[in-house]
DNA sequence: ATCGTTGCAAAGCATTTGCATGCCT
DNA sequence: AGGCATGCAAATGCTTTGCAACGAT
């Protein structure tokens, strides 16, 4: 596996993955790569993909690469702490980059709406996923956190809703 | 089936889940009558039963009963209203007893806990739910109204976070 | 008597696992 | 070279479905 091979088109963030993977002393494999790229791919569209779905696109690019694999590999990038996994209400599982505390290690290409931490909710009625700022539940958080000593992970759970375009009204 | 059988002790909370059933023009059957008794008992004790848990229980209760009855049954309640169900983040889904719009309709019996709206956090490292007021999410709630025209869901799915006694801290 | 509901069993689907082989470091 | 990751295929676990029989109204 050579991530560096000339004429393969590399986001700064899937090389940031990669390298955040090396230092894990984790090894960069086909499957391993496959994942990185498409995840990354489908951050920059805004699209949530699960492990399903990842695994149909990484079919596209790698025919080598075996399902069960894929669910391996996200499992340890998880791990790992490269990717992170969000639930969503419908018991879907989608994965993200995850985004390196300090930006300036990699160069360039970071879209602003990837550089914060962010809650997701998530439109029952046409399924789609809507990323908002933490900072909506801030006060929620708050208030669990001093009535409950519960401390509210906005990220790791979408919250289900309805979307404007779904309104009854 | 008749759940007016003398001798089977009925709760408030099933009687009505029967009165609104019937009301709906939907069969009270055996199957039905069971997993009505099954949910509110798990209310009862807060308890959050995922449909293969409440499958066991009707297992105990009504061993004629299929599994796949259950969960044609659970699917046919939640349509009718007289049950909702939760989604959690670990992808399993929980079930309640819808609360009736008027509570003078069925006498005394209910419990504080039960009597209004309420959202569900999780701790992610004991898997235990925890209910919330729905108010704590108000502010949050007006927010995403304002700036997305997102109605925000808090009954309808578990919020992550980790509990005061799996603090870390 | 009618027609919705159930039991049964088999199919379905996503995900996981044991083991020998392969390949990244 | 050495050991982790992979391919393969079978197993798993939860949930769904087709169909005939049953039973609530």
Redesign the interface.
């Known amino acids: 596996m050579d991530p560096s091979d000339p004429g393969r088109p590399e986001s700064a963030r899937v090389a940031g993955a990669v390298t955040r993977l090396r230092e894990a002393g984790e090894r960069v494999t086909t499957a391993r790569y496959a994942v990185l790229r498409v995840v990354d791919a489908a951050d920059r569209a805004d699209e949530h993909l699960s492990a399903e779905q990842i695994g149909a696109r990484v079919a596209d690019l790698e025919p080598a690469v075996h399902r069960a694999t894929v669910y391996r590999t996200l499992t340890s990038l998880v791990d790992t702490g490269v990717l992170s996994h969000v ?1 969503l ?3 879907a ?1 989608v994965y993200h980059l995850t985004e390196p505390a300090t930006l300036e290690e990699y160069e360039g290409g970071y879209r602003r709406e990837h550089q914060h931490e962010h809650a997701h ?1 998530q ?2 009625e046409c399924g789609r996923v ?1 990323d ?1 700022p933490a900072e ?2 801030d ?2 958080r708050a ?2 956190r001093e009535q ?7 990220g ?9 375009d779904c ?1 009854p009204t």
Chains 1, 2 share one sequence.
């Open positions: 639930h209400g419908g018991s599982t909710v439109c029952h809507f908002v909506v539940f006060e929620a208030t669990l409950l000593g519960f401390e509210l992970d906005t790791h759970a979408a919250l289900l809703g309805t979307c404007r309104h």
